[in-house]
């Protein structure tokens, strides 16, 4: 098929891509709307030796021990423990089921001693105030001898929902319904183009005249007749 074929076929199907579309891009509006919002708040935390500490040497083995991640993986590990949904869920009176549907997680920024706690929920404040009550919850539990966690940046309620996002959604429905659009398009040509190459075949098979040597009589050559008579013989019967 080349180029030239390609978009005619397009053009005479424009109705069956057009329905395609509209069907794929309406079902994903219809499904976005069924969805409820989810908002994200985030809160950054910093690991670092602790103020109290006076020699430099302590400092030195403090950092040294925080480049080795251990540590401060360990902590972001505390984060999402059990025992600190519990003591979210005391410190806010909320069930502990709705924590495990916040999604509450802790992820160590790369090459740094910086800890991303984020959550979602259908509420923004609720999301905040999960994210906050870990922050503070983690800073009880980090020992103040030798290190001290410090809450960098607070959660905030967010204002814009991460989950769903109508225009991605819609926007891949549109892609989508297009490409089964063309898909169904070229097989309908494909399969009228089979169709009528068979077709064209039969007849031509059921013209083709069977020889003259198969539809005589096989005993006439025995008495010396010619079962093809050439137009001349043909000729002299019919003047006689």
């Known amino acids: 098929m080349d ?29 976005v709307s069924r969805q409820s919002p989810r908002y994200a708040a ?15 040497r302590q400092v030195v083995d403090v950092f040294m021990a925080l480049d080795k991640r251990t540590m401060i ?13 519990e003591h979210v869920s005391r410190s806010l009176g909320i069930l502990p089921i709705v ?4 999604e509450l997680t802790a992820v160590v920024l790369p090459d740094t001693n910086l800890i991303d706690i984020r ?6 404040e609720l999301a905040a105030a999960i994210v906050n009550t ?27 929902p ?13 892609l989508f319904g297009l490409a089964l659009g063309i898909m169904f398009a070229l097989f309908g040509y494909m399969l009228q183009h089979l169709r009528a190459t068979q077709a064209a075949a039969e007849p031509a098979a059921a013209v083709q005249p069977a020889p003259a040597a198969d539809l005589a009589d096989p005993s006439l050559r ?13 000729r002299q019967l019919y003047t006689r």
Request: aromatic fraction near 6%; avoid cysteine; proline fraction near 8%.
């Open 119 to 124: 959550a979602t929920n259908t509420n923004p």
């Open 162 to 174: 991460v989950y769903p996002q109508p225009v991605r959604t819609i926007t891949l429905g549109v």
């Open 73 to 85: 993986n360990t902590i972001a590990r505390m984060a999402t423990s059990t025992s600190m949904m």
């Open 3 to 31: 180029l030239a074929t390609f978009f005619r076929v397009l053009l005479r199907n424009w109705w069956l891509i057009a329905l395609s579309v509209i069907t794929t891009a309406g079902s994903a509006a219809w499904v």
């Open 42 to 56: 985030t809160a950054q935390v910093w690991l670092r030796p602790s103020e109290s500490l006076q020699e430099p």
């Open 99 to 102: 924590i495990e549907e916040s």
């Open 134 to 160: 870990v922050a503070q919850g983690l800073q009880a539990q980090v020992p103040d001898k030798a290190l001290q966690l410090d809450i960098i940046n607070a959660a905030a309620p967010p204002t814009e």
């Open 222 to 234: 025995s008495k010396g007749i010619d079962p093809a008579p050439s137009s001349a013989q043909t």
